[in-house]
């Protein structure tokens, strides 16, 4: 009972008590001192008079002429929470004026204490929720079964389909300060629920730096894609998504490919990145950077030659306008036959014509490697799991 009645809360309902009702007001433990009051010299002394009424669980009312240890003339009234006295509030002045105030100031305490034992309640439903999202995408699950108790418990069905995304405000736009970058936090969360419809089978917690996960139930009726690119576009995010998932381990999966499309997205500068719109990028990521670096250096080594960054700037233009001479020209507002140079000089190079449909695969292969390096980079640094 000492986190319903704690010393914080106790002193809240005294100051609001004191604002509605004009008495001096204190409140007392279920031992009987004084831990919380109008007059601060009073906090943590004994009083005679509250420890009667913890003992016989009815009012006491103290008069003039009356000596009790610590105590004022006035009238003082057990506290009640599911039918236990967990504390004394005491209100100073004349008793026969105290009277007629002394069963409002009851009830109005009793109801300010359930309502924080609710408003605790929840706090530590939140707070086990989000432990459990993290326990479940950060760790192994060693247990299913276990693991699907416990997901009971909090209303959760790791079962369902499931879509996972992150929402992470844009650098420029999230504090340093850790307090304030909590507090941002914490308001774009509360704007967010309203619009993605947040309950227990649509859940939104805080992730890691200026990051939101979305839990995202797929029957839920919303299109989703639609409303994160406004949501991003409102809200200043920088969006990834994963695929719809059934299931413990696919849903991890969910959560994996979400981390990488918002890599990608990063990258890209694009607000939102749906996994299953990635192409190249998605098969190349779980392939062992060394391998990754092997082909590069094998086959198109002066891609990591700074000196000839004009021919990767040419060779990126060329590939994203499906290897047209015309539409690459126009793009890079160079000539034709400029353009022409630039790719005989790759061919001379390495062997392997990007004006080729076979050739070209490989060159597209080897671009979408060395970005991918980029959103590895970005993922390792620039954010703390």
């Excluded at 619009?195 to 917690?205: D, E, G, V």
């Excluded at 995202?216 to 998932?245: D, F, M, P, V, Y």
């Excluded at 590895?376 to 640094?381: M, Q, R």
Aim: aromatic fraction near 8%.
């Amino acid at each position: 009972m000492s986190v319903i009645l704690s010393n914080a809360v106790a002193q809240r309902i005294v100051e609001e008590a004191e604002m509605a009702l004009g008495h001096n007001i204190n409140i007392m433990d279920s031992k009987g001192v004084i831990i919380a009051s109008i007059d601060k010299k009073r906090i943590g002394t004994f009083h005679e008079g509250a420890k009667r009424v913890l003992e016989t669980k009815h009012p006491v009312t103290i008069h003039p002429n009356e000596q009790w240890q610590g105590a004022k003339p006035g009238g003082n009234f057990p506290i009640f929470f599911e039918d236990h006295i967990i504390g004394v509030i005491g209100m100073t002045g004349d008793p026969q004026d105290i009277q007629g105030y002394g069963r409002i100031i009851q009830k109005m305490t009793e109801v300010m204490i359930k309502e924080e034992h609710l408003r605790y309640q929840l706090q530590l439903e939140v707070k086990a929720t989000e432990s459990f999202i993290q326990e479940w995408f950060l760790n192994p699950v060693d247990d299913n079964d276990y693991f699907r108790a416990r997901a009971v418990t909090l209303g959760i069905d790791v079962d369902n389909k499931w879509t996972v995304v992150i929402l992470e405000k844009k650098e420029k736009d999230i504090s340093h300060d850790e307090i304030l970058r909590q507090e941002q936090i914490r308001n774009l969360k509360n704007k967010l629920s309203t619009h993605l419809n947040t309950s227990k089978s649509n859940l939104l917690i805080p992730w890691r730096n200026g990051q939101l996960l979305l839990l995202h139930k797929e029957n839920e009726g919303i299109s989703l894609n639609q409303t994160l690119l406004k949501l991003a576009n409102h809200h200043s995010l920088t969006i990834g998504i994963g695929r719809a998932a059934h299931g413990i381990e696919e849903t991890r999966l969910s959560f994996q490919e979400a981390m990488q499309s918002l890599s990608f997205a990063r990258i890209k500068r694009q607000p939102v990145v749906n996994f299953r719109d990635l192409g190249i990028e998605s098969l190349i990521h779980p392939i062992p950077s060394s391998v990754k670096n092997d082909f590069v250096m094998r086959f198109f080594p002066f891609l990591r030659d700074k000196t000839h960054f004009t021919l990767t700037e040419t060779l990126q233009t060329f590939i994203s306008c499906e290897q047209s001479l015309l539409k690459t020209s126009e793009s890079l507002h160079v000539h034709k036959n400029t353009l022409q140079y630039r790719l005989k000089k790759m061919t001379d190079l390495t062997g392997y014509d990007p004006r080729k449909f076979r050739d070209g695969i490989l060159y597209a292969l080897a671009l979408a490697i060395i970005e991918n390096e980029e959103t590895d980079y970005f993922s390792t640094h620039t954010k703390n799991t």
